[in-house]
């Protein structure tokens, strides 16, 4: 039997291709969800660009048919915009006046109609009438694994003490077929010794030689940088590695994620010359009440959003004692850094650059793919992000675009992700990440 989808305005704007993902079922549009639309249509933000998109798709849509009556799209699934179906008040005794409950009611009249309905949102407090009332509701867009789930990129691999030494002789470890299951491109090991912890070297799972090869050497550090703890060498091995194009690098607040991330980029494209320049950026979403509009040029707006950026700057220039007599803002006149906000990438191509995107977690799906998408020749993209610190209020911690980027490509050979779990910038910032 198929089934009926109702898709919330919500749905729409997070992903405006949304009514093409239920197969060969029926999607149903409340026609109030088109009214929602409309409003956000002249936006400037992502949400204006998936309702314009989303109306746009629609209007194509026309062609085929009525749309009220129903219209095949290209998976044989059937899209229908009607007006609101309403239940009678003893059904449904919830203020009709409000957009949501006639979103619910609809849903309700089809389910009481005698269809298979899902009323899919976004929306936590709608899924939850939703069940008071007895219609099945779901969110859309959620990651098939929670954040304890997410692959973490790294493990904990216990060897007998002959093959530790095999590995420190010849840098390489081979490992068997048995040994290989599970086991995903440029993952990273901890090689313990049996029933001997103490002893453990570091190393990278190469999937084309079937083995594990040593980390990167940084006996020097990177712009007076030295890596704190094992995660940290693992996140400067995927930062510093020129056959890992994209890495992840997911972390609490405190773990070096940004820091490690921009010395890593100033190493390779200032100090090596690998990339024409380091580009830096992250999303423009405030914490909390926004304070509106801010005074100024482009750049004194900027400023407050992208001071984080120039925190961490500012540490590396002070730490980095070769540069001495060279500030950032030098690099940034001779062209060589240049940090901006993500609004501004769309429809880009950056080849040959170092760019890192902090903060992605506030990134939706869509949203990273566009970014990712915009990679040339030759450029390597960063993205950092806490996946517990989401300002978005259409994401969450296991549907934002950091987490789907981990889940969806750690399978790649050209993909590096690790986790940061220990705090390193303060024992005050640690004990509040822990327990606060």
Not at 9 to 32: E, H, Q, S, W, Y
Request: aromatic letters at 8%.
């Amino acid at each position: 039997m198929k089934k009926t989808f109702v898709l919330d305005t919500n749905v729409l704007l997070f992903d405006p291709t949304a009514f093409r993902k239920f197969g060969k079922n029926t999607v149903f549009i409340p026609l109030i969800v088109i009214e929602e639309i409309d409003r956000f249509k002249k936006d400037q933000n992502e949400n204006g660009r998936n309702a314009r998109n989303f109306s746009r798709y629609i209007d194509d849509l026309r062609a085929l048919g009525s749309l009220a009556e129903g219209v095949v799209l290209e998976n044989g699934g059937t899209l229908i915009i009607s007006t609101d179906k309403y239940v009678d008040s003893k059904d449904f005794p919830i203020d009709l006046t409000k957009n949501d409950n006639l979103i619910l009611s609809s849903a309700l009249s089809l389910k009481l109609s005698g269809e298979d309905v899902l009323l899919v949102t976004k929306d936590i407090n709608l899924r939850l009438k939703a069940d008071i009332l007895g219609v099945p509701a779901d969110d859309y867009g959620q990651v098939d694994v929670t954040l304890e789930e997410l692959y973490s990129g790294q493990r904990i691999f216990e060897v007998s003490g002959e093959r530790l030494k095999e590995y420190e002789a010849n840098r390489f470890l081979a490992l068997d077929e048995d040994e290989q299951m599970g086991v995903f491109a440029n993952e990273y090991f901890i090689l313990q010794e049996f029933h001997n912890p103490r002893r453990r070297l570091l190393g990278r799972y190469h999937q084309g030689k079937k083995g594990i090869i040593p980390l990167i050497s940084l006996r020097e550090g990177i712009w007076g940088i030295y890596p704190k703890n094992i995660e940290q060498q693992f996140a400067l091995d995927a930062l510093l590695n020129d056959e890992i194009n994209l890495v992840t690098l997911v972390g609490k607040a405190g773990t070096g994620k940004t820091l490690l991330a921009i010395a890593a980029g100033l190493e390779k494209s200032i100090a090596q010359g690998k990339y024409s320049r380091l580009l830096v950026s992250r999303p423009i979403q405030p914490m909390g009440r926004d304070l509106g509009f801010l005074p100024g040029d482009v750049n004194e707006k900027l400023a407050p959003w992208m001071q984080p950026i120039f925190d961490n700057m500012d540490f590396l220039f002070n730490q980095n004692r070769k540069q001495a007599g060279t500030s950032y803002e030098d690099l940034i006149n001779q062209g060589l850094l240049h940090i901006e906000p993500l609004t501004y990438i769309r429809g880009r191509s950056i080849p040959g650059q170092y760019l890192i995107v902090d903060e992605a977690q506030n990134l939706s799906p869509h949203e990273v793919k566009t970014i990712v998408t915009r990679a040339g020749e030759g450029t390597k993209i960063v993205l950092t992000g806490d996946c517990q610190q989401i300002d978005s209020p259409y994401l969450d911690e296991t549907n934002n675009g950091l987490a789907y980027v981990v889940d969806r490509l750690k399978t790649e050979e050209i993909i590096g992700h690790t986790t940061l779990r220990v705090g390193e910038r303060s024992p005050l910032s640690e004990v509040a990440s822990k327990l606060l």
